[in-house]
């Protein structure tokens, strides 16, 4: 494929991603947000959500769900996003909030926490429809539509994931610096070897998930 095959298909697949987003603003819905999460399994660090609103004229080709970027990929998509959009948000939760009322509930305070961010960042204007991959805000009044596997279906949510996944992993390279034997650098917190092996080496960090640990600590002969 020649650099301009790969422009017409990249052009078509952001036609095909902004179709939810194009159907809204033909029924007069101007301001739409798509949400997207990162971090809801790994063993460490905050689960993040991002919610971002896209212009109708949003040309930036290669967005996509962020797994299926390279990181540099996702690196300069993250800036373009930052740069073209009306407005954009980011929420956190830590490790500490996700044990006490578990990840799903973590993930849904982090995005409406993203979506408050978001609509600072409007200006007195309010997001009237939200675009998410495969959950409802229920304590979020404003009109949603849940979209399983989103982040490849809607340029909006596939945007947030990007912007999520920047965000999130940077923090995690950082905690690397402060807890340099778990490998957070390469495996974000998620449970790979590395990650396995500084643990049962050096114990746990203060950013590790007590609640995800049970199955190692069981495996491993220890009470948690």
């Known amino acids: 494929m020649n650099k301009l095959e790969k422009a017409e298909m990249l052009k078509n697949k952001l036609i095909e991603m902004s179709e939810f987003e194009n159907s809204l603003r ?5 301001i739409i947000a798509g949400i997207d999460e990162v971090g809801r399994g790994p063993l460490a660090g905050p689960v993040y959500a991002a919610c971002v609103v896209l212009p109708k004229d949003f040309d930036v080709l290669g967005v996509d769900d962020s797994k299926k970027l390279s990181e540099k990929k996702r690196n300069e998509l993250n800036e373009k996003i930052k740069e073209k959009a009306i407005a954009y948000g980011i929420g956190i939760v830590n490790n500490e909030t996700i044990d006490e009322i578990n990840i799903l509930n973590a993930t849904k305070l982090a995005m409406k926490i993203a979506v408050t961010n978001t609509e600072k960042m409007l200006e007195g204007k309010c997001i009237e429809h939200l675009l998410i991959d495969a959950l409802k805000l229920e304590e979020v009044a404003i009109p949603q539509t849940g979209i399983i596997k989103g982040d490849s279906k809607s340029v909006s949510i596939a945007a947030a994931s990007i912007v999520a996944k920047v965000a999130r992993d940077g923090y995690m390279i950082e905690q690397s610096k402060i807890y340099p034997y ?32 049970r199955k190692f600590l069981k495996e491993n002969g220890h009470g948690i």
């Open 26 to 30: 033909n029924n007069g819905i101007k």
């Open 182 to 213: 778990y490998s957070f650098e390469s495996n974000k917190g998620y449970g790979t070897k590395a990650h396995y092996e500084g643990m049962r080496e050096y114990g746990f960090t203060p950013i590790h998930r007590k609640t995800f640990l």
